[in-house]
């Protein structure tokens, strides 16, 4: 009995690929991967302004505050990345959607 449950577990699973091209967790991995890659990509662009802001700056204090900015976006883009391509090497192992 536990043989046929897990078959029918099994097929219906493969069903639900052939039908979304992907389980529902890889869907929602994928979108979270997305957002993280796009706020990283912010970041990344904060971090230009900041670093524009730098470079004008008027005083040592002023440069300073400012590259501690560019530091910390970039810094933040740095480990969203990492966070989106943590997420993209799980849905990969499940080896349901290639990415």
């Known amino acids: 009995m536990e043989e046929h449950f897990k078959t029918e ?3 219906s699973e493969e069903q639900l690929q052939a ?3 992907g389980c529902s967790q890889c869907d929602v991995d ?3 991967m997305n957002l993280k890659l796009t706020t990283a990509q912010l970041q990344y662009q904060v971090s230009l302004l ?3 802001a730098a470079d004008r700056s008027r005083t040592v204090r002023e440069r300073e505050l400012h590259q501690q900015a560019v530091d910390f ?3 933040q883009a740095a480990n969203l990345a ?3 391509e943590t997420i993209k090497q799980g ?3 499940r080896g349901h ?3």
């Open 9 to 11: 577990q099994q097929l």
């Open 19 to 21: 039908i979304t091209g």
């Open 30 to 32: 994928l979108a979270r």
């Open 50 to 52: 900041a670093q524009q």
């Open 73 to 75: 976006h970039q810094q």
């Open 82 to 84: 990492q966070e989106a």
């Open 91 to 93: 849905v990969r192992a």
């Open 97 to 99: 959607v290639a990415v």
